[in-house]
């Protein structure tokens, strides 16, 4: 992600606040930041004397659990390794700067993990990191300060009991007095800086200004950023109102031009900093303390009702079945119990009536057993403040139009098939190009509406199958992709962003066994029709991935999780084109828990039994909600508290 040549600046501003983006920091950490700021942030020299500092005043020993939050291209974190430190990782929101530090550790032969992640909701696991590095200044970015609070709230989460944060910030009051307002530099023999620097009306924050310039090129970048300036009291006042306590003021870290800088030249917000110590809070085990919602009420289609999307229109002996096992499985969680509930007469009096303390929501077939109604469940059991697992109504929305989960993921750098829409009202459309091609339509789950004869290779086939769902879902938009037919792979998560996610080994679909003049796509017959091919000669596997592809269709998938506002556990299909690119199929928000679904099919992979599927979801659920009933009473005043 590079900055584009012969931009145009906005010439002189007289107030530099009114044009800073309220998010100016999702896209200025480039490779042109690199240069911008490399005089401090590519000096190796700058690095060790930080990592020396920080060596002698936090403690840390070569053991420990390492967390470098806002890790940039992971300087820090490199530095630490090459000096034995086993058990490092990076977190960065930047995805071009962890690609860069990935890189560069395995060039150097250095294991660090480095992840992609904001710094308020990061994924990891609670209680798992001795120590959270906040170096470089990369702390009070955002434009609230209630933000700055959630990024120590999510460090607290991730640390031990009684864990340390080291914080590396800009000694806010000096820098309040003595910013520089205008400067320029060369950053290397063709491009040169100018920057202009003012406070934010309310003196708050910083407000930066660089127009970066081209001896060539012209202007190439005319950028703005802000950064909190804490005072020594104002920043000890939101650390213990985060929960953290001994907080200890190290020596400044003055910044030398001609050490920190290979220019000696303007350091900025980096000149004179605060190195700080804290303590996390101690917190009480849980071990032994069992389930905070041990009576579970489980929500679920109801047998009694028509079902369109089942075989026949209806329950059948298969989905009797797969509920008796489902039961079995779940009579063997001793430390819960369990209700079921399966008529939707009269569900909404009854809950309101007799609200349960908690609910596995596995009812997928959707309110009344219609498949556009699968987020009123939810929605309802939201309005009755009744906590539950799996998605929000918004989340379930969102990704009931795959045409909206894939422009979220083009938005997020994740590759998805080349697509054409089509309007409901469409009554004539121009026929795309591509072929074979795959017509689904753009609403629906359980594959309805894609069936063998979805995948085209004509413009006759393909006006005769969109007449087809036309006829069979009237008023749904239908789409028109490029058909993928290299390998499929499945990716299941559990858990929820920062808490942890578990990835599922990934799941790869077998085609070999079915006829070749088959379409090779897992379509309605694979999931309804047990005498169809495609339910007898498709085969599921663990995947046959090297660790890069594997790691990056599960960074991928985390990133859609939560982007797409999913909870608890989610499945993601991805599909190889002919040129080898893994794209992205779809985005199942609450996925199938069947015994024989793919999710399960994947649990057995680790050595899981179906029970411990079953329970791996509930307690994502219950930890969700435990830590978020925990944030809302320390969020409460502490008279409030005192009272309750």
């Known amino acids: 992600m590079t900055a584009s040549p012969t931009q145009k600046t906005l010439g002189p501003i007289s107030d530099l606040e009114r044009h800073l983006p309220p998010e100016w920091w999702r896209s200025l950490f480039n490779a042109l930041y690199l240069k911008t700021d490399g005089d401090v942030t590519e000096n190796d020299d700058a690095t060790r004397a930080e990592i020396d500092t920080l060596l002698d005043v936090a403690g840390v020993s070569p053991d420990d659990r390492i967390l470098d939050l806002c890790c940039g291209q992971g300087r820090h974190c490199l530095e630490l390794a090459r000096r034995g430190y086993a058990n490092v990782t990076g977190v960065d929101r930047s995805r071009y700067l962890i690609r860069l530090a990935r890189r560069r550790a395995r060039s150097q032969g250095l294991h660090v993990q480095f992840k ?24 009070g970015y955002f434009e609230q300060e209630e933000d700055d609070l959630a990024v120590l709230t999510a460090v607290r989460r991730v640390l031990r009991s009684s864990g340390r944060l080291v914080l590396d910030i800009t000694d806010g009051e000096w820098m309040r007095q003595n910013y520089e307002p205008r400067t320029w530099e060369w950053i290397d023999g063709n491009q040169l800086v100018c920057r202009e620097r003012s406070l ?56 030398n031009s001609n050490r920190l800088s290979d220019r000696g ?39 009694r009702r028509p079902d369109p999307v089942k075989l026949g229109g209806k329950f059948n002996a298969e989905d009797m079945e797969t509920i008796a096992k489902l039961k079995a499985a779940l009579e063997t969680l001793s430390d819960y119990t369990f209700t079921y509930e399966d008529n939707h007469s009269g569900l909404y009096e009854r809950l309101d009536k007799n609200p349960p303390a ?39 929305g969102l990704c009931y139009d795959k045409s909206i ?28 190009s591509m072929f074979p091609a795959l017509i689904k339509p753009a609403q629906g789950d359980s594959s309805i509406g894609i069936t063998q004869n979805a995948v085209v290779h004509t413009p006759e086939e393909m006006v005769a199958y969109l007449a087809e769902v036309r006829r069979t879902l009237p008023g749904r938009a239908v789409l028109v992709q490029e ?46 029709q047990p005498d169809s091919p495609y339910w007898t000669d498709i085969a599921y596997q663990q995947a046959d991935l090297d660790e890069e592809s594997r790691r990056s269709l599960i960074d991928a998938s985390a990133t859609l999780f939560q982007r797409l506002g999913c909870r608890d556990y989610a499945r993601f299909d991805f599909r190889t084109d002919a040129n080898g690119v893994i794209k992205l199929l779809e985005v199942n928000p609450n996925p199938g828990w069947c015994w024989d679904g793919k999710f399960n099919l994947m649990a057995a992979f680790e050595g899981l039994s179906y029970p411990d599927l079953l329970r791996m979801i509930i307690d994502a659920a219950q930890a969700r909600l435990t830590a978020q009933l925990a944030e809302d009473w320390a969020a409460q005043p502490a008279k409030t508290r005192a009272i309750a």
């Open 116 to 139: 992609e992640g904001d710094a308020r909701r990061f994924s990891l696991k609670p209680d798992s990191f001795d120590h959270v590095l906040l170096l470089g200044n990369s702390f």
């Open 200 to 255: 934010s009306a309310d003196r708050a924050r910083l407000i930066s200004r660089e127009v970066v310039i081209h001896a060539e090129k012209g202007v190439i970048a005319d950028q703005f950023y802000a950064e909190r300036l804490y005072s020594a009291d104002a920043l000890t006042a939101l650390l213990e109102d985060a929960g953290f306590r001994d907080v200890v003021f190290h020596q400044e870290l003055e910044g």
């Open 265 to 303: 030249a303007d350091l900025g917000m980096m000149a004179r900093r605060h190195l700080v110590t804290c303590r996390a809070p101690v917190k009480v085990a849980t071990d032994g303390r069992g389930p905070a919602f041990p009576h579970v009420t489980v929500l679920m289609g109801d047998p």
């Open 358 to 396: 908690f609910v596995l929501n596995l009812c997928d077939e959707g309110y009344n057993n219609e498949a556009l109604k699968e987020l009123h469940i939810p929605a309802m059991l939201d309005m009755l403040d009744v906590p539950y697992t799996g998605a929000g109504p918004a989340s379930l």
């Open 405 to 432: 989960v894939r422009a979220v993921a083009q938005q997020c750098e994740i590759p998805v098939p080349l697509e054409t829409y089509y309007d409901p009202d469409d009554q004539v459309a121009t026929i795309p």
């Open 483 to 528: 058909f993928l037919d290299g390998p499929e792979y499945t990716v299941a998560l559990i858990g929820n962003p920062g808490h942890g996610f578990h990835a599922l080994p990934v799941l790869g679909v077998d085609y070999s066994k079915l006829d070749p003049n088959l379409p090779k796509l897992l379509g309605y017959e694979s999931k309804w």
